[in-house]
């Protein structure tokens, strides 16, 4: 059973395991439980066999009313997920109070919880060494080096690399085989309102240059929220405007294979159906831990707004892979932040800059990071050559706080520390 | 939620005819006007009234409702979480959650679920108290 009580991007991180676990030969089912907010979502999960709903604005308003209302409800919710039984093993990805202290309830031994939970004594607990890397680390760019769905996947014994691809809905694919019509498949163009603060230009002038330009035409899908937004670019620029349930979005994504996006949401879940995309992001270093999942170009500007041409050029690169741009590629890199999000050689998310040839000492400092905890989370001592790397060339802030760690990790770069000390 | 629907049409009426109030929620506990004048007089609420209160529900009344519904219904809805306390035991009974009824009816006020979780917590002889089913469950509730 797998706990996911968050937003729908956090949903998606359980797409690998849900996908691993479902696969497996002796697991009988897997089954979700999540939010009714959250339906959609984990409906979409690959491997997923049941989806179950806890009712997240009638627990609240019952408990504002009675605490007994919200726990005759809370209780008979559990009940009617179990339905007299237990799970076998309880997959916890969530790190709040609510599931932490549920998570033990759906099983009969405590040590079968994967991932953060509460034990009987109100202390949090973590089955893997990779949660407690987390709850430690946590979400902040400065100090993570982790996607965090490449942690939830190492905590839960799962692949790193594993695709977790959500399965196309065979009717809704039909219904995009009719949408889309005979034409090429259109470009789709996620916009936000928060986005024109930091853009340099509008969106308007984007989806209309892409259309004129791509040769292929462009649909708008409204992130949550931004259904306004999308009505005012498509007046204006004549594109089509796909309002569609997730289900029936994830298979236009997927067949369309092609989304430009400043909305995260969207990102992960283009991300969970395979295709390219082009994240462009405010500036800023990029976020580690929330990085959506590989093919993605994210674009943001080092020092000035991102220029319209700019975005274009790697677009058609990247999502309409037209040659011959390469040595523009190169000369438009200037002030900007342009990154490609793939797997490394250890099969963990990462970002690594496209315009520069040479490797990149930042990037091999971040997967020695990755490579110095993943061994720690297995057993495996430091390697010497990459503590060594860490020290000459680590970001201080990182390594500060790596070195109050009590695990062999903050050991070994403590005595590496005190041996380079002593040399010098 | 199915809230308590004070209407000033008596019971018998209500019982007789379904469809006279289409603003009546349906499956609300209703109550007649003269029920809940005795029952505000009384300080005494029927097992029903208790039960769908200690399930959520709130007092309610048509919008074009007169002054004497008004005011019975206020009057109602302050009088509810004391004089529903002597049937707590046995609505928490009834759905799984004794304890948690039990340590609510002693307090005069509903009291919050935090310090009502701290309260159900089990003793230890190793001193370190145990969480018990009820006690998680009231504790997962202060995460919401």
């Not at chain 1, 049941?50 to 019952?62: E, K, M, N, T």
């Not at chain 2, 603003?23 to 039960?51: C, E, H, W, Y």
Request: glycine fraction near 10%.
């Amino acid at each position: 059973m797998v706990l996911s009580l968050g937003t729908e991007t956090d949903v998606w991180n359980a797409a690998r395991i849900t996908a691993a676990w479902g696969a497996r030969r002796d697991v009988e089912s897997v089954e979700v439980v999540g939010w009714d907010l959250t339906h959609d979502a984990c409906a979409l999960l690959p491997g997923a066999s049941v989806v179950h709903d806890l009712p997240l604005s009638g627990l609240r308003i019952r408990a504002q009313r009675h605490p007994l209302a919200a726990a005759i409800a809370l209780k008979g919710a559990i009940e009617g997920i179990l339905a007299g039984q237990s799970f076998d093993a309880v997959l916890n990805m969530t790190y709040g109070g609510l599931a932490g202290h549920l998570a033990p309830m759906f099983t009969r031994d405590p040590h079968c919880v994967v991932g953060p939970f509460v034990d009987e004594t109100g202390q949090w607990r973590a089955s893997h060494p990779a949660f407690e890397y987390l709850a430690t680390w946590g979400i902040d760019p400065a100090l993570n080096v982790f996607a965090l769905q490449d942690v939830w996947s190492a905590g839960a014994l799962v692949r790193t690399d594993e695709a977790g691809l959500i399965a196309p809905d065979p009717v809704a694919d039909t219904l995009v085989e009719h949408g889309c019509g005979a034409g090429p498949t259109p470009v789709l163009v996620a916009p936000t309102r928060a986005s024109e603060a930091w853009l340099g230009f509008g969106w308007e002038a984007l989806v209309s240059s892409l259309a004129h330009s791509g040769g292929r035409p462009v649909m708008l899908v409204a992130p949550k929220g931004e259904e306004e937004l999308v009505e005012r670019i498509s007046d204006r620029t004549g594109a089509d405007v796909a309002r569609w349930p997730l289900r029936h979005t994830a298979a236009l994504i997927k067949r369309c294979g092609a989304v430009l996006t400043s909305d995260f949401g969207t990102a992960v879940l283009a991300a969970r159906t395979g295709v390219r995309q082009v994240l462009l992001r405010p500036q800023g270093p990029i976020p580690l831990a929330a990085l959506p999942g590989p093919h993605i170009l994210t674009m943001s500007g080092a020092k000035r707004p991102l220029h319209l041409d700019a975005v274009l050029t790697h677009a058609a690169w990247y999502l309409l892979q037209q040659n011959g741009l390469e040595s523009h590629l190169h000369s438009a890199g200037d002030g900007l932040a342009v990154h490609e999000i793939g797997y490394d050689n250890g099969g963990c998310l990462g970002a690594s800059p496209v315009s520069n040839a040479e490797a990149d000492p930042a990037a091999s400092t971040l997967k020695a990071w990755r490579q110095v905890w993943r061994d720690a989370w297995v057993g495996l001592p430091p390697a010497r050559r990459a503590i060594d790397h860490l020290l000459k060339y680590g970001d201080s802030n990182r390594l500060g706080r790596a070195r109050l760690d009590r695990g062999p990790v903050g050991q070994a770069l403590r005595k590496a520390s005190q041996r380079r000390e002593a040399a010098a | 939620m199915i809230p308590v629907w004070v209407q000033r049409l008596p019971a018998i009426w209500i019982a007789f005819v379904p469809g006279l109030d289409p603003r009546m929620p349906p499956g609300a506990t209703v109550l007649s006007i003269a029920d809940a004048k005795t029952m505000v007089q009384n300080g005494q609420i029927s097992f029903d009234v208790a039960n769908a209160w200690a399930h959520g529900a709130a007092v309610e009344f048509a919008d074009d409702a007169p002054p004497e519904v008004r005011a019975v219904a206020g009057r109602l809805r302050l009088l509810l979480p004391e004089a529903s306390r002597p049937h707590l035991a046995e609505i928490g009974t009834r759905f799984g959650v004794p304890r948690i009824a039990t340590a609510m009816a002693v307090h005069a006020t509903p009291p919050s679920v935090a310090a009502l979780a701290q309260e159900l917590a089990e003793p230890h002889p190793d001193g370190v108290p145990r969480l018990s089913p009820e006690a998680r469950l009231l504790r997962a509730l202060t995460g919401l």
